[in-house]
């Protein structure tokens, strides 16, 4: 019985072991799992903490760009862009060396940004840099090339030419290609260069290359910009001293057709008299043919008079001489007149007479012979080339200061480069009509000075076979009228 019980018992302790041996092999595995969850969570939060360390690095890597960026893109002075980079390069990057070089206008290499360099290395870079151009031919492709990512080859090259363990190596391009270099580097294995930094510096590279582009742009339109304003500043003298030259000619002219037409109106005046006294037949009885002669004398001596007479005036105002006999004039009144004087040669053609005239027109302050010698002259013209059945239309608008008279034609009208000379004195333009009619050229010139006299303007515009439109205007205030300092002498 004992002995049963005690078998028994002892097959109870050998479950229980097995159960206690079970659970144990468990708690193992358990504790294992448990173990390598820890390695992995410690190898996670190492991770982690690398992660974190590089996006921090990358965040301020960033913020360092944006300020830089900033820096160099608001100055359009080349000078002032390398000298805030010498700055911010020391200051905000954090690498051991910076260089910026660049090539000149003679296309040499030129440091023109550096820290972390001693003289010597300088001259070794640029003068290794000048001899062996593969480098600066790989970059001017457009590639950056680091300590990361660089092939050996390259990056042995690279390590022994600037004296760095870690670099980044960005070329600095414009529209026209690469003008120089940004390099970045370290020394010592602790400070090493990530895929971030090789980023940032391509990126900063570039910035550069704009903000080096904008101000070289600028330099250039800033220098065509003077050396145009220089070039408008002497031809401008050029036309002063022309103008000057052309005002005494003007001059000259103007005083010599004064004087010779003195020197005329004498001798004519008295061919004019002796004609006159022949005729009146005291000096002896006229023969019907003499008779004819010397009427054609007269009328020739009246033309000739005529044309004098217009002349003297044209230099007159021309240099100020004239009188202007001022006073108050109905313009409505005035062009009323220039119509009865006009109506029979109208008749003859058939031409239609029509007015639109303003109202509302004031009293004005003019010479009204001279204003009239406009009137007369203008229409004149307008009827001498005005075909049978046209119409000649007068015009008279107000504004504020002015009336403008409008003298409209159906006529022959008149080519543009007619125009360009058609207040020149003498000027008749080639056509049927003038062969067949005579004229002195003297009208228009003349109607324009003394408009002109007046303060007022006088233009034509044209179309040939269609018509003519001669533009007047005339001041409405008598303080206007006599503004022009010639006029008051
Ligand atoms: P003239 O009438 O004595 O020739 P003007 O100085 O008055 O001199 O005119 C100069 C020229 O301008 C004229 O010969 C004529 O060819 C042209 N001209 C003037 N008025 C008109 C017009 N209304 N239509 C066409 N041609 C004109």
Redesign the pocket.
């Known amino acids: 019985m004992i002995i049963v019980v005690f078998a028994l018992l002892l097959i109870k302790k050998s479950d229980t072991i097995s159960i206690l041996t079970g659970t144990l092999n468990k708690l193992k595995t358990s504790f294992n799992d448990l173990d390598e969850q820890a390695k992995l969570i410690v190898k996670t939060d190492l991770e982690l903490n690398r992660a974190q360390e590089e996006l921090d690095k990358r965040i301020g890597g960033l913020e360092s760009l944006q300020k830089i960026s900033r820096l160099i893109s608001t100055t359009l002075d080349e000078d002032e862009i390398f000298h805030r980079l010498d700055i911010a390069l020391k200051s905000d990057l954090g690498f051991e060396k910076n260089l910026i070089l660049i090539y000149d206008k003679e296309k040499r290499i030129r440091v023109r940004s550096e820290d972390g360099f001693s003289q010597d290395e300088l001259r070794f870079i640029v003068s290794n840099l000048e001899k062996d151009s593969s480098l600066i031919a790989a970059l001017g492709e457009g590639h950056t090339f680091s300590s990361v990512t660089s092939p050996a080859q390259r990056k042995e090259l690279i390590v022994g030419l600037f004296n760095v363990e870690h670099f980044v190596i960005s070329p600095v391009l414009t529209q026209n290609g690469i003008i120089g270099m940004m390099f970045v580097g370290n020394r010592s294995n602790a400070l090493s260069i990530t895929e971030g930094d090789e980023e940032l510096i391509s990126i900063l590279a570039n910035q550069i290359g704009q903000s080096l582009e904008n101000a070289r742009l600028f330099e250039q339109v800033f220098t065509s910009s003077q050396q145009l304003e220089t070039k408008i500043q002497d031809r401008t003298k050029q036309l002063a001293t022309a103008l000057e030259e052309v005002q005494k000619i003007s001059k000259t002219k103007t005083e010599f057709i004064s004087a010779v037409s003195h020197e005329l109106r004498t001798p004519l005046t008295s061919i004019k008299g002796y004609a006159a006294i022949l005729m009146t037949g005291k000096l002896g009885a006229i023969p019907d043919e003499v008779k004819a002669r010397l009427e054609k004398i007269n009328t020739h001596s009246d033309n000739l008079v005529k044309l004098i007479n217009d002349l003297l005036d044209i230099s007159r105002i021309e240099s100020g001489r004239a009188e202007m006999n001022y006073g108050k004039c109905n313009l409505l009144a005035m062009i009323e007149n220039i119509n009865d004087l006009l109506t029979p040669q109208m008749k003859e053609k058939n031409i239609t007479w029509k007015t639109e005239l303003a109202a509302n027109i004031p009293e004005m302050f003019l010479d009204s012979s001279q204003i009239e010698r406009v009137f007369i ?2 229409v ?3 009827v ?3 075909p049978i059945d046209g119409t000649i239309q007068i015009k008279a608008e107000l504004d504020a200061e002015k009336v403008t008279i409008t ?1 409209s ?1 159906t ?4 080519k543009e480069e ?1 125009i360009l000379k ?1 207040f020149d004195e003498f ?3 080639e ?1 049927e ?2 062969l067949n009619v ?10 324009k000075k003394i408009v002109e006299a007046h303060n007022g303007q006088l233009w034509v515009t ?1 179309i040939v076979t269609e ?2 439109n ?1 533009h007047f205007t005339l001041p409405t205030k008598k303080e206007d009228v006599i503004k022009k300092e010639s006029l008051e002498t």
Do not use: E
């Open positions: 002259n203008l004149g013209n307008a001498k080339f005005t003298v034609d006529g022959i009208g008149i007619d058609l000027y008749r333009v056509n009509i003038n005579k004229g002195t050229g003297l009208g228009l010139p003349l109607a044209s018509g003519t001669f």
